[in-house]
C-alpha cells in the first residue's frame, strides 16, 4: 500500500514510530551523570557542546576549569570531545548545563584514592588560606591541608603560601559519609629540606661569593635564602661602619651578594658577610694614623667614660673624659657637643680589636700652647683602657639566649659596641 493510500490511523502509526525512532537516538540525560560531548563553539564566557541531545549542553568559564585566568580558547577548541557532568537537564531556557570541572574532579578522585592506598605523593596549588589550615586543589579535587602539615617547621601566617604548587601527600581518604579528603607535606617537606641542605653544604667553599635573598630580619642579623638553606648576616658584618639597625642596610626582599665565612653542616648553619676584606678601613691603620699625630674627627655619641669620634667611615676613636679638657669635667657634654669637629691627637692603638685612643686635651695643648717657648711637644705613653670600652659595649651586647626562636643559629657574634671602633 503506498503513502497516498494510507489511512489516517497508518499515517499516526507510522509517525509515532519515526518519533520513537528519533528518541531512541537520542542521548537520555540524568543530572549527576557524566557523559561525552563534542564542542560546537568557544566563546569568551561558555562553551557549546553536542550531547547528542534535543538541546546541547552550555559550560560557563567557571565551571570549565580551575584557571580562571586562560582565555577559554586556549583550554579547547571545536571538535574537542569532553567528559561532562550534567548539572541541570533544563535551565529554564531548554539549555543543558554542564562542568567539565567537576567531571574531571569525579574523574580524579579514583586517582587521588589510590594515591592515599599507595603513599604517592601528587602535585597541587595552595588555592585559599581558611582557619586552621589551606584548601589545595589537587587534580581540581579540594583538599583540606591543617597548618601543621603545611611545612615542617611553625609557620605563623600562612598566606605565603597561597597561589604556590607543592607536592602533598594524601593522609586521609573517606567516602563514607561526606567526601573527607585531607593531605600534608610535612614529612615531604623535611625530605625536601635535606636534600636542599645537602646540595647547598655540598658547594660551599668558605671565603666565595654567593647570592641570595634576605627573608627574615632580626634584631642581631638577617636572614638570607641561599636556595633552601638559610644564612646568617650578622649586625656587626653588615658593614664596616657602625649599624645601628639591620633595617638601616637591609630590608625583606633584598638581593645581596654575600661571602661564606664559615659553616657548619651538622648544625646546619652558614655565618655571611657582607664586609669586603678589600674595603676594610683598618688595613694599613698604622700608616694613615701614625702614633702621635694630631687629625680631625666628628664627635658621634658619648658614654659616661667619654666621648666617641667618628675618624672616617668604619673607624671611631675614643677621647677618655680625662682627655677632653685640662681641667675636671663631670661629663663629656660638659665640654663638647654631637656633631662637633675637633682635633685630636692619636694616642694608642690596638689593631686586633679595633681600638684607638685619642686625646683633645694633647691636641690643644698642642695647637694651642700658652707659651710656645715653655711648651714641650712630649706624647706620654698611653695605653687602652679595656674596661672603658667594656662599659658601654656591656648595655649593647646581644646574646643568643635572648633570641625568641630556637630553630635559629646559636652562635652570635659578640656585639660589643666600644670593641667594634669601626
Known amino acids: 500500500m503506498s503513502e497516498l493510500t494510507q489511512t489516517p490511523q497508518e499515517q499516526s502509526i507510522q509517525d509515532q514510530s519515526f518519533q520513537e525512532m528519533l528518541d531512541e537516538s537520542l542521548t537520555t540525560l540524568k543530572s549527576g551523570k557524566v557523559v561525552k560531548g563534542t564542542v560546537v563553539r568557544v566563546t569568551p564566557t561558555e562553551v557549546i557542546v553536542d550531547l547528542g541531545f534535543k538541546s546541547d549542553g552550555i559550560i560557563s568559564r567557571s565551571d570549565f576549569s580551575e584557571d580562571q585566568t586562560t582565555e577559554l580558547a586556549e583550554l579547547t577548541k571545536p571538535g574537542d570531545v569532553l567528559d561532562v557532568w550534567i548539572l541541570r537537564v533544563n535551565d529554564g531556557d531548554g539549555n543543558v548545563v554542564c562542568s567539565k570541572k567537576k567531571a574531571d574532579s569525579q574523574g580524579n578522585l579514583a586517582n587521588l584514592e589510590a594515591a592515599f592506598n599507595n603513599k604517592t605523593p601528587l602535585l597541587g596549588k595552595v588555592t585559599d588560606i581558611v ?56 614529612e615531604l617537606a623535611t625530605l625536601e629540606a635535606q636534600e636542599k641542605h645537602n646540595e647547598v653544604f655540598g658547594k660551599l667553599v668558605v671565603g666565595q661569593h654567593i647570592e641570595g635573598t634576605v627573608t627574615r630580619i632580626a634584631e642581631f642579623g638577617a636572614f638570607v635564602d641561599l636556595g633552601g638553606v638559610d644564612g646568617l648576616i650578622h649586625i656587626t658584618e653588615l658593614s664596616w661602619e657602625r649599624v645601628r639597625k639591620v633595617t638601616d642596610k637591609l630590608k625583606i626582599g633584598d638581593v645581596v651578594n654575600a661571602f661564606v665565612k664559615d659553616f657548619d653542616p651538622e ?24 702614633i702621635g699625630e694630631i687629625v680631625q674627627g666628628t664627635v658621634v655619641r658619648f658614654a659616661q667614660f667619654g666621648a666617641f669620634v667618628h675618624l672616617e667611615d668604619g673607624i671611631d676613636g675614643l677621647i677618655h673624659i680625662s682627655q677632653i679638657a685640662d681641667r675636671r669635667i663631670e661629663k663629656p657634654a660638659d665640654e663638647l657637643q654631637i656633631g662637633q669637629v675637633v682635633d ?66 646559636e652562635e652570635v657574634l659578640d656585639t660589643d659596641e666600644a670593641d667594634a671602633i669601626e
Open 344 to 409: 685630636v691627637r692619636i694616642m694608642a692603638i690596638d689593631e686586633e680589636n679595633k681600638k684607638i685612643s685619642l686625646s683633645k686635651r694633647e691636641a690643644d695643648a698642642y695647637l694651642n700652647p700658652v707659651d710656645e717657648d715653655d711648651y714641650e711637644d712630649t706624647l706620654y705613653e698611653y695605653t687602652i683602657d679595656d674596661e672603658d670600652y667594656d662599659d658601654e659595649l656591656d648595655e649593647d651586647v646581644v646574646e643568643y639566649d635572648d633570641i625568641a626562636e630556637s630553630d635559629e643559629l
Open 267 to 290: 648544625k646546619g648553619k652558614i655565618s655571611l658577610s657582607l664586609k669586603d676584606a678589600k674595603d676594610n678601613p683598618w688595613y694599613g691603620i698604622f700608616e694613615k694614623y701614625p
Open 131 to 186: 582557619k586552621g589550615g589551606a584548601t589545595v586543589s589537587i587534580q581540581g579535587c579540594r583538599v583540606f591541608v591543617p597548618a601543621s602539615q603545611i611545612s615542617n617547621r611553625f609557620i605563623k601566617d600562612l598566606s605565603e603560601f597561597k597561589g604556590k604548587e607543592f607536592n602533598f601527600q594524601i593522609l586521609e581518604f573517606d567516602r563514607s559519609k561526606r567526601l573527607r579528603i585531607i593531605g600534608g607535606r610535612r
